[in-house]
């Protein structure tokens, strides 16, 4: 570096003008000088203490910054709710906190405190425990659901040699926030979440249950049951992690504003079912209460949307409470609406019905000689009264429920027909519906056929379906002949409100929309009656709703009788396919009552029909047929 | 760039030398080299302080120092008066921060006690605990267009035993004339068996 009174003469030649030198003060020299030796001084002065952090002081460093250091934290993504079709929530979670404490070391630094500085901590350990459970008891209340929190009980745990005791794992936050800011020092609190069902044992079948785990890694509400088992991906959402600092060992006492998200967490989305909670319950009451009153040992019943196949209530009269499932029995959990499969009698014979006036076979009042029996390869047939051969119009037969009849008709439809109309209704198929534990139903293929299936299947045995897909039947029906799978879940509601629909499925066209009219008017007569004549009277008068035109088919098929293999001749299954109201169809009801027994009331869902059916007509302001349904001679 | 003419004048620099070696020299120079010769010449008169355009007289510093000196002030307030601030907003946003975590708390709270108190299950208990029943068969009143009112239907009295109403409240008596509870038209042959 040039000295300042060097610069002039050797300056080369510059736009600027020269800096005389004379300006520079003598004392310049001394002010370098002075600058260099503090900066040399600080230099060293770091370097000494760089070799001590590093070299002399590293061991006992480090033990402090374990001390005090970042900690990786979850953060919870909220778990989506359960809604139903009006947004009325089914399930949902909250969010509570675990009170806990470290018994052990409470007391050590409890003791350790009250040597050192008696005058502070005058009490021993064991009555400011007593101090502590008095005031948690006041706070949370003497219950919380379902775990004691009155005073001697928390004291117990409290003073328990023990190294870590969960006072209550449900606490209100609010609460818990009081507790923790009173006695830090001794009591901790811990996010959890609960899973609310406020309707209880509703609808517990399909909704399912979820319930906190702790014992996952990291801990998290998981679907147990049900929907919320099998929508478990959907509903959970994904966890967030931030790094927070906390303090002095404790990992879980952390400084405020230290947190730093890294991943922000993904609340989990809400389901809007189809189902409408009102009608559920109602649903859900009739079935349980016919249950009973038919000696049923399971009862069913499923409401379908007639233009959607929405599923409006699906109601079995088992059901379990969603918070303490761990009570319920196997068939309490089971939802046998879609789990349970039967034979379903008479009902099915919508199916010679539908396929017999599509194919231009017959018409309403076509009339058969129907003989008292008849023979299908090796098998006799009879009608359920006995009779010599009578007259009856084609509608007759199926109001009057003939056998013999029905076998008459798919007899002229034919096997290939007739098979190919069980696969278009959707019969061996599950529906995919949404409703966890479906099973599909056992319908024989067509080379499987023994000499006597087609004497079975038209009358609705030898073949097996859940509820829900009888239902589906009807729904084909009251649609015009354009078969909608029925659904459970309508659309995804994720954060902010943002709504997916869940794609319609397609239809799949089951009959003509004027044949699916003319089985609807023929199957009116179900609930015809004459008090005189019995020969004019149909199988369900007590479904009848004054007012209004409904359509539909009594059920009634044998069991299997364990012991001999057998159909049985005293255990049935009584079901019930009905549309309401015929003329302008907009619910389905489809009821089985498995083995009724020992009552009026045993022998047919008519009443339940009509009971469920009037509900409707309430609660969805269902207007009434222009006219009603005409009296025809059953048999002539 | 102008240099003084030499041809005729001393140079500057030494005019003592002879002149006529001078003069001898100056006319065997080349013309870049006369230009060279100029410029130093007149580097030279720079150097020595000769006037070629006169130093102005240095301006005081003294108001320069105090605009300085009040900015950096001002700097200096205003960074204080700042940091203060956001502390204090730190503070307050702190403190918003939890009352909206509490505020959150309280709605969480609200909407579940909400949705306990509209699921159907627990409305149906209030409502039979006010002795309110469901009617399980109304009939249905039509108004044709001529005017006249037609009835679909016979209405029954609710069977469901009820608790007791409140004494306060009047008991609604059911419609005169009814038949009794659960009759249903009469039917034939209702429980048919097998294949029914």
Sequence with gaps: MPGPQQRGPRRPLSVRGSRPAARLGGNSRVRFAVGRILLIGALVLAAVKLVQVQGVDSKELSEQAKLQRTTRQNIAAGRGSILDRNGNQLAFSVEVRALYILPQRARKNWDAAHQKDPKQYPLSYDDHMREVAKFISSTLGPEVSGEKTDEETVYQQLVKDISYEVLVSEADPAKAAKIVAKYPAEIGSEYRAKRIYPNGELASNIIGAANWRQDEKPPTTQGILGLE???????????????????????????????????????????????????????????????????????????????????????????????????????????????????????????????????????????????????????????????????????????????????????????????????????????????????????????????????????????????????????????????????????????????????????????????????????????????????????????????????GKTGTAQQIDQNCKCYSQSQYWITFGGILPADHPRYVIGIMLDNPHGTQLSGTAAPLFHDIATYLTQRFQIPMSAEQTPYVQLQM | MTAPARVGGPSPRDPSKKKAEEQNKARRRTAGAERAYARRAQRAQNLRGGAAAPQPKPASKAPFVVLVMLVLGAGVAGIMYFSTQAAADTYRLQEAKAEAEKLQLRTEQLRR??????????????????????????????????????????????????????????????????PPAGQNPPAGNQTPPAGG
Aim: hydrophobic residues 35%; proline residues 9%; negative net charge.
């Design chain 2, 113 to 178: 006690e909400v949705a306990l108190l509209e699921s159907p299950t627990d409305l149906a208990r209030r409502a039979g605990e006010m002795g309110l029943v469901e009617p399980t068969n109304p009939a249905r009143l039509r108004q044709n267009p001529d005017g006249s009112i037609e009835e679909f239907g016979k209405p029954s009295a609710p069977t469901k035993s009820t608790p007791p109403p409140p004494p306060s409240s009047e008991t609604p008596a059911p419609p005169a004339g009814q």
């Design chain 1, 229 to 551: 088992n099998s929508q478990d991906n959907v509903l959970a959402g994904r966890m967030g992690r931030r790094v927070v600092d906390t303090m002095s060992g404790d990992d879980t006492l952390v400084i405020p504003n230290t947190e730093q998200e890294l991943v922000r967490p993904q609340p989990g989305k809400s389901l809007e079912l189809t189902i409408d909670v009102d009608t559920q319950y109602a649903v859900q009451r009739m079935v349980t209460d016919y249950a009973k009153k038919s000696g049923a040992n399971t009862a069913s019943a499923v409401v379908l949307d007639s233009h959607t196949g929405e599923i409006v209530a699906m109601a079995n009269d088992k059901t379990y409470d969603p918070t303490d499932f761990g009570k319920a029995t196997e068939d309490q959990l089971r939802n046998a609406a879609v789990s349970s499969l039967f034979e379903p009698g008479s009902v099915n014979k919508i199916i010679t019905a539908a396929a017999a006036v599509e194919y231009g076979l017959f018409k309403p009042d076509d009339v058969l000689q129907v003989p008292g029996s008849i023979k299908v390869a090796d098998r006799t047939i009879k009608d359920w009264w006995g009779h010599g051969t009578v007259p009856l119009s084609f509608a007759g037969v199926f109001a009057r429920s003939s056998n013999v009849g029905t076998l008459m008709a798919a007899q002229e439809v034919g096997k290939e027909r007739y098979a190919e109309m069980l696969q278009k209704f959707g019969l061996g198929r599950r529906t995919n519906s949404g409703v966890p534990a479906e099973e599909a139903g056992v319908v024989p293929p067509l080379n499987q056929w023994s000499g006597s299936t087609f004497g079975n299947l038209p009358i609705g045995q030898g073949l097996s379906m859940t509820l829900l897909q009888m239902t589906g039947m009807y729904q084909a029906i009251a649609n015009d002949g354009l078969r909608i799978p029925p659904r459970l879940i309508r659309a995804e509601i994720g954060e902010e409100g943002a709504r997916s629909e869940k794609p319609r499925p397609d239809g799949v066209r089951v009959v003509s929309p004027e044949a699916a009219k003319t089985v609807r008017d023929m199957f009116r007569y179900v609930a015809q009656v004459n008090p005189r004549d019995a020969s004019q009277t149909a199988t369900g008068p007590q479904a009848a709703l004054p007012g209004y035109q409904i359509s």
